[in-house]
């Protein structure tokens, strides 16, 4: 897959926290999370490989996620009407972390979402690092508002990816499955699916926290086939909306991360929500 052309790296962060938040994470550590099918465009009724994919760049790798911490992987159609997708997952293949088969063409929008059992914990400095890069202002907030900026950092944490498919012909109809909230703790949800819109055009997506739009969130696009660093970062308004350069080829990441803080009696400070939405074309 080539680079779009017309979209320019807009590093939004400084380059000496970019090479901090590098040098900080391994990963074991990277949080990046999504759904990678072999083919975003689909034949009906031939199953495509999906792995799971978490990190970037150097520190890109399938998902050693356990079955058991999945807690949904489902479908949502052009009918409206929501497939479980769970028995179609086998961890640990060599090849494949499962597969897709649609019968009915159209847009198809796959959500799978962990549970959040799974922890993070960081010394000081490079949880200080972590939360500036991935803009989690609130935590940093917390931290100086406890004055705990000197004290290791711990999370607890959930990942959501979400994943839209064309299986058929050209994309088209109202493509609510895709512009609708679909209830998850931390979403993003495009204005218009990226398979109808004109090239070029912008992308606007909103991103919604806990049912209400969420303002100050920091969102990045990322290019799969080189996502050592994304190609556009953008903070979403009062709204929870951010608009993006539309791209026209290759396959595409979106991701946001949040953050609140948990009463003193939990075994970790903060609760986390990692979300992601991918696209491609063909």
Do not use: C
Not at 154 to 164: G, L, N, V
Not at 171 to 181: F, H, I, L, R, W
Not at 230 to 244: I, K, N
Request: proline share 7%; aromatic share 8%.
């Amino acid at each position: 897959m080539k680079r779009n052309a017309g979209l320019t790296r807009e590093l939004a962060l400084p380059a000496l926290l970019l090479l901090l938040f590098a040098g900080s994470f391994s990963a074991v550590e990277a949080h990046d999370f999504w759904v990678q099918p072999d083919k975003y465009w689909m034949t009906a009724d031939v199953a495509v490989p999906i792995t799971l994919q978490d990190g970037h760049g150097s520190f890109r790798q399938r998902s050693p996620i356990r079955l058991r911490r999945i807690v949904r992987f489902t479908a949502l159609g052009p009918d409206g009407m929501s497939v479980d997708l769970r028995e179609n997952l086998h961890l640990g293949d060599p090849r494949e972390d499962g597969n897709l088969q649609f019968h009915a063409p159209g847009t198809y929008v796959l959500v799978l979402e962990t549970d959040d059992r799974a922890q993070s914990h960081l010394p000081a400095i490079r949880f200080n690092d972590y939360l500036t890069v991935e803009g989690l202002s609130g935590g940093l907030a917390e931290r100086e508002r406890t004055h705990r900026m000197d004290r290791d950092g711990s999370e607890s944490y959930s990942r959501i990816a979400k994943s839209i498919v064309q299986v058929g012909g050209a994309a088209g109809g109202a493509q609510t499955q895709v512009t609708q909230p679909m209830g998850l703790s931390l979403e993003i949800v495009p204005e218009v699916s990226p398979y109808t819109l004109p090239r070029p055009a912008d992308f606007p997506v909103r991103v919604i926290y806990e049912g209400q739009p969420l303002a100050g969130a920091l969102v990045k696009l990322t290019n799969l086939a080189d996502d050592d660093m994304p190609v556009a970062t953008r903070r979403t308004d009062a709204a929870g909306r951010a608009l993006f350069p539309m791209p026209h080829e290759g396959a595409w990441l979106l991701n946001v991360i949040w953050t609140k803080p948990l009463p003193d009696s939990n075994e970790a400070d903060f609760a986390t929500v990692f979300s992601s939405l991918s696209f491609g074309f063909r």
